[in-house]
């Protein structure tokens, strides 16, 4: 696996020479920001949970940019042809670039954790729950991460990586909120297969197995699809 | 080294490359010719596992590229058609990268990121940005990518394209001293090159074999046959119609001090009878060596565009 480590550097060095990983570290904290003076403003509690429901939404449509370019500008550039005709498995070449996705998430949640600093000096906030709320909004990252590149395996533009990246994942928000169309009972079970209803248990500081395995199989499903699609090349 | 049997490469209902066989033996260099479009890079794209062959197979120092697509990957060296380079990185950086991904780390990276650096031009330009380089450069880094691992097989697709002249000469003079410790395929529209570097040749037009042998023997068997009679102030349009005439005579055309014909069969016994007989001086009837330019034009016939 010493290959995931090599296209791992590659993909940060890549990501930090260029204003991209700065500029999406600025926007993301800017709308953390906002989001967090918003919940404290309509709520008056010394609790992330607004913020955190608001990030995780906003992060469907920010991820996608941050994976789109990954195999899209691979092929563009033809520096694809110089990873597949490489001594490494298509295994190494997803998990380098999902784990370089997954750093910069991780820079991101970080810088986020001012905000509960703020709340410490200020307020009396329960961080058992705001522990629980970062492990949930890391486990949408990996989540969104994933489905980000499958969508970016499937062209070699860019912008339509991204954009196919959150059309792939807006069905999961939005059937979490269908009950007015398809009634009680239905909802029950799309509430199993939407984002939202998973993450909730996290805000309120409870980590339930069910939810933690939702969001691994969400990565698991979209990493392997996006292994079949290189796969497939071969017997194109 | 290279065995290809029977390749066929389509891409939906387009055929790019259709039922191409040849070999290349070790320590050979096989230059791949043909107009642009003939399936040149599809070829070289299956060899090197990028791509699946649609049918047939294709084995490197004895591994099947399909089968064994890892064991092949390891022992080729390629440089596509546009360099495939990170613009983003440096020169050192990309090296490194480049010679991690083939497993080759630490000390002896910096070895042969070193080696390879000299070998190809570039030794002082570890720092910079690959996106500021020239297209020449470029094709350095291309070259220095290729051979990081030190590998038997050799493909390059185009390797001089887009330099400029001396560039060229560069370039030129380098694949020729890798002959001695690899096999090489190269493809390229100039022909000259050809017959500067290559032992063999392989034709192909529209994804099929035109011709392939050595050197020689494809010149030799394809190229038209051409004289050169030398006849010094002579009214060359009256030689020319005189000579054209004869019955072994194909083709007359001027040029600078005489005339110089085509024929299948040896002209000379009659073309100097002819020139005698009208008083004209003769300074010379000579067998011109066949061009490998000739062959190929006339194996791909006019439709075949050459840079």
Redo the contacts between chains.
């Keep these: 696996m010493r290959a995931v480590w090599t296209l791992l550097k590659k993909e940060l060095k890549v990501t930090f020479v260029t204003p991209l990983a700065y500029v999406f570290l600025g926007v993301f904290l800017f709308l953390a920001g906002l989001f967090f003076y918003m919940g404290i403003v309509m709520t008056g509690e010394a609790s992330l949970r607004v913020m955190m429901g608001n990030l995780a939404i906003s992060l469907l449509f920010v991820l996608p940019m941050l994976t789109m370019r990954h195999f899209a500008e691979e092929q563009k550039a033809g520096t694809f042809e110089l990873l597949m005709t490489s001594p490494i498995s298509p295994v190494a070449l997803i998990l380098g670039k999902w784990l370089s996705s997954m750093v910069m998430c991780s820079l991101m949640l970080i810088g986020t954790l001012v905000f509960p600093i703020v709340l410490e000096v200020y307020g009396d906030p329960d961080w058992g729950i705001i522990f629980t709320s970062y492990i949930g909004l890391f486990l949408v990252c990996g989540a969104f991460t994933a489905a980000g590149l499958f969508a970016s395996s499937l062209t070699n533009d860019q912008v339509a990586a991204g954009m196919g990246g959150i059309v792939l994942l807006l069905p999961f928000w939005l059937i979490g909120n269908a009950d007015a169309l398809v009634g009680d009972g239905l909802q029950d079970w799309l509430d199993k297969l939407a984002l939202l209803p998973h993450l909730r248990g996290f805000t309120r500081g409870v980590v339930d197995s069910a939810d933690v395995a939702y969001f691994v199989a969400f990565a698991f499903v979209f990493l392997f699809l996006t292994y079949r699609t290189l796969e497939s090349r071969r017997w194109r | 080294m290279i065995e290809v049997q029977g390749i066929t490469k389509r891409y939906g209902p387009f055929v790019a490359v259709k039922d191409l066989s040849f070999s290349v033996g070790e320590g050979r260099v096989l230059g791949f010719i043909g107009p642009n479009g003939a399936g040149k890079t599809s070829t070289m794209?299956v060899l090197?596992?990028?791509?699946?062959a649609s049918e047939g197979s294709a084995k490197i120092a004895g591994f099947d590229v399909?089968e064994k697509p890892?064991e092949v990957?390891?022992r080729?060296g390629?440089l596509?058609?546009?360099?495939?380079?990170?613009?983003?990185?440096s020169v050192g950086?990309y090296l490194q990268?480049?010679a991690?991904?083939?497993?080759i780390?630490g000390a002896e990276s910096l070895k042969r990121i070193g080696e390879v650096m000299e070998r190809v031009g570039l030794r002082g330009w570890e720092r910079r940005i690959l996106g500021s380089l020239s297209k020449g450069y470029r094709q350095r880094v291309g070259l220095a990518?290729a051979l990081i691992h030190q590998p038997p097989v050799l493909i390059l697709d185009e390797p001089t394209s887009g330099l400029d002249p001396a560039q060229m000469v560069g370039v030129r003079k380098l694949i020729s001293d890798l002959r001695q410790d690899h096999t090489v395929v190269l493809s390229t529209h100039i022909l000259r090159e050809v017959e500067a570097l290559c032992d063999d040749v392989v034709v192909i037009n529209k994804g099929e074999l035109a011709a392939k042998g050595t050197l020689d023997e494809v010149r030799l068997a394809h190229a038209p046959v051409r004289y050169r009679i030398g006849l010094p102030g002579v009214d060359l349009d009256k030689a020319a119609n005189a000579v054209g005439a004869l019955d072994q005579v194909a083709q007359v055309r001027l040029v600078d001090g005489g005339l110089e014909v085509s024929s299948p069969e040896d002209p000379r016994v009659a073309i100097a009878a002819t020139v005698v007989n009208a008083g004209w001086a003769l300074q010379s009837l000579e067998r011109l060596a066949p061009s490998l330019e000739d062959a190929f034009l006339s194996l791909v016939g006019a439709e075949g565009e050459l840079l």
Excluded at chain 2, 100 to 103: Q, S
Aim: aromatic share 16%; hydrophobic share 30%; net charge neutral.
């Design positions: 794209r090197t596992g990028f791509l699946p399909f890892m990957k390891k080729v390629y596509p058609e546009t360099p495939p380079l990170y613009q983003e990185l950086d990268f480049v991690e991904l083939r497993g780390t990518q």
